[in-house]
Nanobody, 115 residues
Framework: QVQLVESGGGLVQPGGSLRLSCTAS????????MGWYRQAPGKEREKVAS???????NYADSVKGRFTISRDNAKNTVSLQMNSLKPEDTAVYYC?????????WGQGTQVTVSS
């Protein structure tokens, strides 16, 4: 079992920045692919960014060039740096840890982009 705890959400104005962090509870963190997903009201959950155990990254087209995912295996942490935020980035953001057949989710953190 892996427990994931997100932090760093909040209210920010359009064009602003936020950094989300997710800390995992177990030392095998480095063997998991990690991802950030988001779900806006009335919409399905979508993948925002992911980073493999080897460090390869992947981004949704809507956030390319604005968001950066990174991981620190020594601290069991994955982060999402979000710049140039837009109102359409407003959502609950979830951290995910995946290593087949295991799949774990955090509780989510709210990000609101509004003036």
């Amino acid at each position: 079992q892996v427990q994931l705890v997100e932090s760093g959400g909040g209210l920010v104005q359009p064009g602003g920045s936020l950094r989300l962090s997710c800390t995992a509870s177990r030392s095998a963190f480095s063997t998991y692919a990690m991802g950030w997903y988001r779900q806006a009201p009335g919409k399905e959950r979508e993948k925002v960014a992911s980073i493999s155990s080897g460090g390869s990254t992947n981004y949704a087209d809507s956030v390319k060039g604005r968001f950066t995912i990174s991981r620190d295996n020594a601290k069991n942490t994955v982060s999402l740096q979000m710049n140039s935020l837009k109102p359409e980035d407003t959502a609950v953001y979830y951290c995910n840890a995946n290593r087949i057949p295991f799949d774990y989710w955090g509780q989510g953190t709210q990000v609101t982009v509004s003036s």
